[in-house]
């Protein structure tokens, strides 16, 4: 019985082996790359990110713009047979006009 204890300790592995130095070298580059790129991946994707909310935002703006526009069109070709429009206070109001159309245009 004793010789299989002693047998036990001669068959024991500490678990570590040998690198050669290069091989070491070649992981930290590996690894700092990894981080590299990780990171880039990261600016990448926010910028992403600002980018689908900058689209979304002159989406919405083009949007309101147009939806703006119309009813002045509609009202416009209200009664086609009529060659003369009656437009009282007609350079304030369109001056009230190009100043909403700029807000949405700057996104205010």
Same mark, same amino acid.
């Given at each position: 019985?004793?010789?299989?204890?002693?047998?036990?300790?001669?068959?024991?592995?500490?678990?570590?082996?040998?690198?050669?130095?290069?091989?070491?070298?070649?992981?930290?580059?590996? &690894?700092?790359?990894?981080?590299? %790129?990780?990171?880039?991946?990261?600016?990448?994707?926010? +910028?992403?990110?600002? !980018? #689908?909310?900058?689209?979304?935002?002159?989406?919405?703006?083009?949007?309101?713009?147009?939806?703006?526009?119309?009813?002045?069109?509609?009202?416009?070709?209200? &009664?086609?047979?009529?060659?003369? %429009?009656?437009?009282?206070?007609?350079?304030?109001?369109? +001056?009230?006009?190009? !100043? #909403?159309?700029?807000?949405?245009?700057?996104?205010?």
């Amino acid at each position: 019985m004793a010789n299989k204890t002693y047998e036990e300790v001669l068959d024991f592995d500490f678990g570590f082996s040998f690198i050669d130095e290069q091989l070491q070298e070649k992981e930290a580059e590996t &690894n700092a790359t990894i981080q590299n %790129i990780s990171s880039e991946k990261q600016s990448l994707e926010d +910028q992403l990110v600002d !980018a #689908k909310v900058a689209a979304d935002d002159l989406e919405y703006r083009l949007e309101l713009l147009f939806k703006s526009v119309v009813p002045f069109l509609d009202n416009l070709c209200k &009664n086609p047979d009529k060659s003369t %429009i009656f437009w009282p206070d007609r350079e304030a109001k369109i +001056q009230a006009y190009k !100043a #909403k159309l700029l807000t949405i245009v700057e996104g205010k």
